[in-house]
């Protein structure tokens, strides 16, 4: 049974940084995708970021966050995923899942992904 596991979330102060990991079990996705979305109160689930492995490791970022302060990374084994992110806005408050998919491939939609965690809670407070 596979099995994704977020954790890192929690209160931050704008301008703080967070960590949050997902922890994968029951199977490797060592050449598969693995990523990041988020879904803030009253809107829908938005892409922010992937992992995924097609001969070489590729990242890609949503728009949204794309050059600012988020940065995603995977262990060597592919059974945790990481995203850090850095200098937080209010508008960062989510709760954050991680996804992933046997195929390595670009995907930003949720839809593409197999699996998924149960989500984190990212407060941002001013």
């Known amino acids: 049974q596979v099995r994704l596991v977020e954790s890192g979330g929690g209160l931050v102060q704008v301008g703080d940084s967070v960590r949050l990991s997902c922890a994968a079990s029951g199977r490797s996705f060592s050449s598969g995708s693995m990523a990041w979305f988020r879904q803030a109160p009253d809107k829908e689930r938005e892409f922010v970021g992937v992992?995924?492995?097609?001969?070489?490791?590729?990242?890609?970022y949503s728009d949204s966050v794309k050059g600012r302060r988020f940065l995603i990374s995977r262990n060597s084994d592919a059974n945790a995923l990481y995203l850090q992110m850095n200098n937080v806005k209010a508008e960062d408050t989510a709760v954050y899942y991680c996804a992933a998919d046997s195929q390595g491939r670009l995907s930003t939609t949720a839809n593409e992904y197999t699996y998924w965690g149960q989500g984190t809670q990212v407060t941002v407070s001013s």
């Open positions: 992992v995924w492995t097609a001969g070489t490791t590729n990242t890609y």
